[in-house]
């Protein structure tokens, strides 16, 4: 929807312009990041939870095609109709195809990220069919013509007074009331409405069962719930990494993913679907979409451990102050960082570059990613893919020129404080972006070497 | 023992007070030191921007300038963590490995390799501590806060022993600064901005002094300092560990 070509830098320039939003949007998020920790904090072993789902993940992603091939076996038994689809296209054909069969123009939508990254809501309007988002969070972004900016939060980017605004808009609330409950109540209303009306629902899955041919569908509002017990045709779409083994490892990554996402013990619904009730129809699209891609760069696999919590986002201290829709793609921070350039290396080469290289992203992983040794890697192969700027590689040839010879270092290095201390306004002007809003370091009389030559040789 | 000094060509070039107090304070500490007046640089700043394949020679330079010595002492975690991670010498790849495992950050190597036991220094102030990421997250030097894990720090250690010196508590201990390397001008706005809100927790903590490991951070901190006209300064530990009695 509101996709563009602006790079991170310049997208998050916008952002910070009102510094007062970035600030409550920084303090919001790492609110959530400090009730993760008292609620990682409340269980000794944390730590090795998360080594044990990071090795149950590392062990599927070994055995994938056997996992998968299972899981389809008894979904079917169980009388799932089950769809692979290799993209985004293919994905968005088939669950078209299902409602054209049963002849519906309207669904409901529990949230789904990989709906979004398949952009299917687009191309669901574009052959005129009708999508209700019914998280709240999504609804409210829908309404908004816009994207969700985090994947557990779709609407943190938005104060409660704009949504207030937005339901006045959509939803007749009376003008001026922001009240939380009230607004809740209203969308509520809206929404009931929408469940009881709609024949076809569509959910995301946060795991599937190889061993039983279940999935399950997490969420706190129980609107996944609501759609599929009450439709006709439930539809579950899953990117083909989110298969675990067998029930019992839901004990480790059901503990961890609500912690890690919003420092809650347990989602408030935790649902197991194994098969339509009778007279239901029940699929599930297993979609690829670059997915077996990325399970081939050795570097970049285990990406596909991640089980979207959004603590990654949340511990950013980059993301909170750039706001999602800063990594115009469907799913932002460091983990959407790394996964996007794998679907489109041009149009994500920025991504990879916005970051510090803190680390904090890969400590918060409760599946334990490498995500900031991957971003480190992906600059890498991106610019040895040719999508780095010109300049920058003049710029960096001549960098590495200098520092590889000793002598030339000197005089560059004294030219340098030659220019700070007689000319600074050489230096510190508008064209460099230090500057704007940092002063530049008094330029010493003379370098720790020239000192050392003096006082120890 | 033999100690090479690698001083961050950045710390060469502007803050020569920091690589004079490393090397004091080393000194002082027992160590022979040298300074291989060779060295130039780590090659970091083109492997962030995603140029490590032009860092061969810049690589080779430097197992050439400390191949030699028992140990190599760095007052910095960022260039200490980019010679363990990515030093390689496609000639003499024995050699850089070696460097690999005696380079040190140098609170790291204080309290692990020398185990001091005092800090004979005086700095009686209020000093907010920095930890850069890099030191912290990489080398390890501190414990994070994201982990469930028994919390330390090596460098909070050795302040603790500077008479006079009363160390503060943050908002958020351990939140970067936003220097990044080249991010701090590519990415010029969230990176002016979280430097703006570190030096914002120190102030609100009424800090005389913000310290660190890493210069760079400090560097940044201190551009956003002078800009709003604060009084608080910028000091390397090492300089603080360096103050006589």
Known sequence: ?457 | MNVGLFIPCYVNQFYPQVGIASLELLEKLGCQVQFPLNQTCCGQPMANSGYEHLTQSCNELFVKNFAQYDYIVCPSGSCTLHIKDHLHDTNNELAAQGIRKKIYELTEFITDVLKVKDIPARFPHRVGMHQSCHGQRGLHISQMTELVAAPFSKPVSLLSKVDGLQLIQLDRPDECCGFGGTFCVAEEAVSAKMGKDRVADHIRQGVEYITGVDMSCLMHLEGILKRQKSPVKVVHIAEILNKNV
């Open chain 1, 1 to 457: 929807m509101n996709e563009s070509s602006a790079t991170h830098a310049e997208l998050s320039e916008t952002f910070n312009r009102d510094e007062e939003r970035v600030d409550w949007h920084d303090e919001t998020l790492w609110w959530i990041r400090a009730k993760r920790d008292k609620a990682a904090w409340q269980l000794p072993e944390w730590e090795t939870l998360r080594e044990t789902a990071s090795q149950i993940k590392d062990h599927v992603l070994g055995n994938l095609h056997d996992y998968l091939l299972q899981f389809e076996k008894n979904a079917r038994l169980n009388g799932i109709s089950v769809h692979w689809a290799s993209n985004a296209e293919e994905h968005n054909k088939l669950v078209l195809d299902i409602l054209q069969r049963n002849g519906a123009e309207r669904m409901i939508k529990s949230k789904s990220m990989l709906t979004e990254e398949c952009h299917l809501n687009e191309y669901l309007s574009q052959h005129s069919i009708e999508v209700i988002d019914t998280d709240l969070g999504e609804r409210i972004v829908q309404l908004a013509e816009e994207t969700p900016s985090h994947i557990v939060l779709p609407c943190i980017h938005k104060k409660k007074e704009e949504i207030g605004a937005l339901f006045h808009t959509h939803l007749e609330t009376p003008e001026g009331n922001a009240d939380p409950q009230f607004l809740t109540h209203a969308a509520r209303l809206h929404l009931r409405e929408k469940f009881l009306t709609r024949k076809i629902a569509i959910t995301g899955v946060n795991f599937a069962v190889a061993e039983t041919g279940e999935f399950v569908v997490c969420t706190n509002e129980g609107n996944a719930d609501m759609g599929a017990h009450l439709a006709d045709v439930h539809i579950a779409c899953m990117g083909i990494e989110k298969i675990i083994p067998q029930r019992r490892h839901l004990g480790v990554f059901l503990r961890l993913l609500a912690r890690s996402a919003t420092g809650q013990p347990i989602t408030t619904y935790s649902s197991h679907f194994s098969k339509p009730r009778p007279g239901q129809q029940m699929h599930i699209i297993l979609v690829d979409n670059g997915r077996t891609n990325q399970l081939g760069r050795e570097d970049f696999r285990n990406s596909l451990k991640c089980i979207r919590c959004g603590a990654c986002m949340n511990t950013c201290p980059v993301y909170r102050r750039s706001g999602g829709h800063s990594y115009h793609n469907a799913i932002s921070g460091p983990i959407g960082a790394i996964l996007a350039p794998n679907l489109d290396m041009k149009k994500f080469a920025d991504l990879p570059f916005a970051s510090t290289l803190c680390g904090s992203c890969s400590n918060v992983c409760p599946v334990k990613i490498d995500i900031h040794n991957q971003l480190y890697k992906w600059r890498q192969v991106l610019t040895k893919e040719g999508y780095s700027p010109a300049s920058k590689t003049v710029a960096m040839k001549a960098m590495a020129t200098t520092l590889s010879k000793p002598s030339l270092f000197k005089s560059a290095g004294k030219a340098g404080r030659w220019f700070m201390r007689t000319m600074p306004w050489l230096v510190s002007n508008k064209l460099n972006p230090w500057y704007k809003q940092r002063d530049m370091p008094d330029p010493p009389k003379q370098s720790f070497a020239d000192w050392y030559r003096k006082n120890r040789k």
